[in-house]
């Protein structure tokens, strides 16, 4: 079965490090998407993408994330300059259309220290 | 914005019993409502969803019910065995926008032997 996969599984980093977290969504997908979820919380809506831009975002995706598409097949969010409140699992999905289910990786745990 | 509610935050049963989640949405846009179940560790795993043109749906254990009019849906789990503790969120989506998802804020389920 096809499936979204994540890299880092865990990554440490430094307060003030920047940040890539990688993805790879399932080959025909056309829309991508990044949420986090703080420990013990819920999922959270960071940023859509389709078409090769963002078309959606959240207040939480401020100046210092971003996300590209460098290729046909990975699907990157940065983070430039982390805080201690990033710290979470971030999660990559995707969706084949507007009208069907989204598929999640497995995510990454990011802790900065 | 989107506004999904969910209860309760916790919910034990003995093995055999059914359980039952409760969500609420305020959205009257939104038209899609995926269940997911994550595993310590792991990202959402879809388990079943519903569209806004139907009002149950069944898949062996698992069932869904919609109802439109007091913008409530519920996850009805029959037969509960130990492998479904876990943590299940309800999420809502309305197609436009970025066709983002909107998750409740989760109910940790323990069957207990």
């Known amino acids: 079965e096809p499936e979204v996969t994540q890299t880092p599984s865990h990554q440490v980093t430094q307060m003030g490090q920047e940040v890539i977290l990688r993805c790879v969504p399932i080959s025909n997908h056309l829309y991508f998407y990044w949420y986090r979820q703080i420990l013990g919380q819920k999922v959270e809506f960071l940023v859509s993408f389709y078409n090769n831009e963002i078309s959606e975002k959240s207040e939480i995706f401020d100046d210092q994330f971003s996300v590209e598409r460098p290729d046909g097949s990975n699907f990157t969010l940065k983070i430039r300059s982390t805080k201690l409140e990033d710290s979470a699992m971030y999660f990559c999905?995707?969706?084949?259309?507007?009208?069907?289910?989204?598929?999640f990786g497995q995510g990454t745990r990011l802790t900065v220290v | 914005g989107e506004n999904v509610e969910q209860h309760p935050s916790t919910l034990s049963v003995q093995e055999g019993d059914s359980a039952v989640i409760k969500c609420t949405y305020s959205d009257s846009a939104s038209n899609y409502f995926p269940w997911y179940k994550q595993e310590l560790g792991k990202g959402p795993q879809l388990i079943i969803d519903i569209r806004s043109n139907v009002g149950e749906k069944k898949d062996q254990r698992i069932a869904v019910t919609l109802n439109k009019t007091a913008k409530h849906f519920s996850l009805h789990i029959t037969e509960t065995q130990p492998e479904d503790s876990a943590v299940y969120f309800c999420a809502a989506r309305a197609t436009g926008g970025g066709n983002k998802l909107t998750f409740g804020t989760g109910t940790q389920l323990k069957v207990e032997l």
């Open positions: 999905a995707s969706i084949l259309d507007r009208n069907t289910e989204a598929f």
